[in-house]
C-alpha cells in the first residue's frame, strides 16, 4: 500500500499549508509527482522544498485557481514537468462566518471564485489533459459537511454544495473517458477551523489534516477503480458516504398546480414529509409541533 501512487502525476490545489499540505506530502510519500499548488507561493515552494527533501519529486505553482488562465497553467506545469496529470486534488479554499443580512457581496464574491469557479476552471483543465493522454484518472473535489447546511455559512455551504453537484454531474460526464470524479468532506485541525469556535469545538487537535489524507489517496490510486460519482465523509474517528439528493415521494401529479392545489398538497400531503434540514437536522416549525407536548397516542 506504501506506494499506492507510484508513476502518477498528481495536482494538489490549496497545498501552502493545512490539509492540501497534508495531501501533497501523503502523495509524494506514495511514489507521487506532485505539483504543488497555492496562491501563496512561498508556502507552495516551502511543501514542495520539503518534498523534494525527503526524496520526493514536487514543483511548486503560485497561481490563483479562481483565474481560468492561471488554472490552466497549473495543469501544463504538471504535463510539462511530468508527462501527464493523473490526479487532481480540488483543495484550495476559503471561508469565513457571516449572518447572512450582515454578509459583504465583495466577501461572498471572492469565496465563490476560489470554491466555485477555482474547482471549475482546474478540473476543465484537468479533465482535457487527461482525456488527451488517454489514461484516465481521478478528481478529488474537497466538499465539506456544511454543504447540507450550516448556520452563519450560507456562502461557504452553497460553494460546497456546488462543488457536491459538479461532483456527481462531471462523473457521469467523465466515467466513459476513464476518469473518476469522488468528493471528500473533511474535517481537520487547520487554521480555517482555528477562526470559528463553533469548529473548534467540534474539532480536537488530534483530527489532524494527515488523518484524511488516506483517503484521498485511496481515491486517487487505483485501489478505488469502479468508484466514482461519491462523497465520502471522513472527520478523525467516522468514515462514511454522504447520501445524495433524491426525488422524495410521494410524488403528486396534477395538469396544473395553481395556488390552491399548492396549498392543499402541503396541508394534506407534504407536511406529514417535510424533511429535517441542514447539517443539524433541525425540524421545521409544521412538524415540531407535533413533537412537543403530550405525546401521540394511535387509537
Ligand atoms: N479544515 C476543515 O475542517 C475543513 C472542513 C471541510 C472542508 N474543508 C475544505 O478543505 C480545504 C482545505 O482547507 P484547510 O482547512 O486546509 O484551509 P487552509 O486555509 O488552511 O488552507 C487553504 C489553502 O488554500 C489556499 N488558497 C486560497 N485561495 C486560493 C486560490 N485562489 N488559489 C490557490 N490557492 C488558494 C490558501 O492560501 C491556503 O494555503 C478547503 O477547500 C476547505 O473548504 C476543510
Redo the contacts with the bound molecule.
Sequence with gaps: MDRLLDGKAVVV?????????AFAVHAARAGAAVVV????AE?AEATAANIRAHEGRAVASG?????PD?AKAIIELCAGEFGSVDGLV??????YEALPWQDDPARVRALI???VL?VVYTGMAAAQAMIEHGRGGSIVN?????SLGQRKLGA?AAS?GAVASLTYSWALDMEEAGIRVNAV?????????WKSER?LRN?PPD?T?GRIAPLVLFLLGDGSRGITGQLVRCNGPQLHIVGQPYLKQPILERDVWDSDSVQRAFDEVFSAHLEPYGLEKRVPPRLRKWMEGAPLRSA
Excluded: F
Design positions: 490545489t490549496g497545498a501552502g499549508r493545512g490539509l492540501g499540505e499548488n497555492d496562491i501563496d508556502l497561481h490563483d485557481v479562481a483565474d492561471q480540488n483543495n484550495a479554499g476559503l471561508n471564485e476560489t470554491n477555482g474537497i466538499s465539506s459537511g456544511a461557504y460546497k468532506c473533511p474535517l481537520a485541525h487547520t487554521r480555517m477551523v469548529s474539532c483530527r489534516p
